[in-house]
């Protein structure tokens, strides 16, 4: 890691360059349309970070939201491979986590549902990592298109109650899918 890094807004350009990481980063079930993304973000709901060091990209952050003063959900978060494990995700989510002034979530894949050992052991990996900087799980756990996650609150500081949480995160939801999806793809954990 060196000293020459930056945190800057994504144009609609680094959103595509982002998305050609994230259909190889990703589970194709959770990558959504390019399309969709940049509509998002042309209606003001949705925004892009990067995270550059001497102008190459070291990571990306990919936000969802239906008012930015209520919450923030991270969408899409990940370090380009060559630069994994190296500490940028870390310097990454602490940069986001000090300059956000409303709760910030992050759905993660919820270990007491998975069923293999290794998708146990890279679950409990991702929620360690998350822990470590400073993430707190909340009580809302859902099933989205047959993927079970837990919330976790990026900047606990910031009280939301849980019922809060979930209809904030629900409002988020609702701008991703058109009801009928919404109705058989969206289901809390009680």
């Known amino acids: 890691m ?28 959770e990558v959504k349309p ?6 998002m973000r042309r209606t003001g709901h949705y925004h892009g970070l990067g995270l550059w060091s001497d102008e ?21 978060f990940a370090i380009l ?12 989510l602490q940069e986001v986590r000090n300059c956000m002034k409303v709760p910030v979530l992050l759905e993660v894949e919820d270990p007491d549902y ?15 990592f998350y822990e470590r900087n400073g993430c707190v799980q909340s009580s809302v756990k859902l099933n989205l298109y047959e993927v079970d996650y837990v919330i976790l609150r990026l900047n606990p500081e910031l009280n ?3 019922t809060a949480l ?15 999806v919404y109705q058989k793809r969206v289901r809390y954990h009680d």
């Open 114 to 128: 998975m069923g293999d050992a290794d998708s146990i052991e890279t679950a409990m990996r991702r929620m360690r």
């Open 160 to 162: 939301l109650e849980n």
């Open 34 to 39: 390019l399309s969709a993304i940049l509509e």
């Open 56 to 76: 190459k990209l070291i990571g990306y952050m990919l936000l969802a939201y239906e008012s930015q003063e209520e919450c923030v959900l991270i969408d899409y």
């Open 2 to 29: 060196d000293d020459t890094w930056c945190i800057r807004s994504a144009s609609e350009a680094d959103l595509i360059r982002f998305y050609q990481w994230i259909t190889v980063q990703f589970e194709p079930m």
């Open 166 to 180: 979930k209809d904030r995160l629900d409002r988020v939801y609702h701008m991703f899918f058109p009801e009928e």
């Open 81 to 92: 491979p060559n630069y994994q494990n190296t500490g940028w995700g870390s310097l990454f």
